[in-house]
């Protein structure tokens, strides 16, 4: 994620110097599908990310039962 955040804002510095002395040529369309491009794959990885999060989350609760079953019998001792 964080390779896609430094590479979203070099496109848009990259943009704006396009910006100001090409718009409308080729290299300003260019600028803009590799702008759009970076976009869409951030916005992939965000919609993925909730579940990423839920299933840590199960994972980590599973883990946590698991050591207090184990646990448990030893405190009863």
């Known amino acids: 994620m964080k390779s896609l955040t430094e590479r979203l804002k070099k496109l848009a510095i990259s943009h704006?110097?396009?910006?100001?002395?090409?718009?409308?040529?080729?290299?300003?369309?260019?600028?803009?599908?590799?702008?759009?491009a970076a976009?869409?794959?951030?916005?992939?990885?965000?919609?993925?990310?909730?579940q990423g999060f839920?299933?840590?989350y199960q994972n980590l609760q599973q883990t946590v039962h698991g050591i207090l079953?184990?646990?448990?019998?030893?405190?009863?001792?």
């Not at 396009?18 to 759009?36: C, N, P, R, W, Y």
């Not at 976009?39 to 909730?50: G, R």
């Not at 079953?69 to 001792?77: A, D, G, K």
């Open 69 to 77: 079953t184990r646990s448990t019998p030893l405190t009863r001792s």
């Open 16 to 36: 704006a110097k396009l910006k100001q002395t090409t718009v409308g040529t080729k290299e300003h369309q260019q600028a803009m599908d590799s702008m759009v």
């Open 54 to 56: 839920d299933k840590h």
């Open 39 to 50: 976009v869409n794959s951030v916005v992939e990885i965000a919609a993925t990310l909730p």
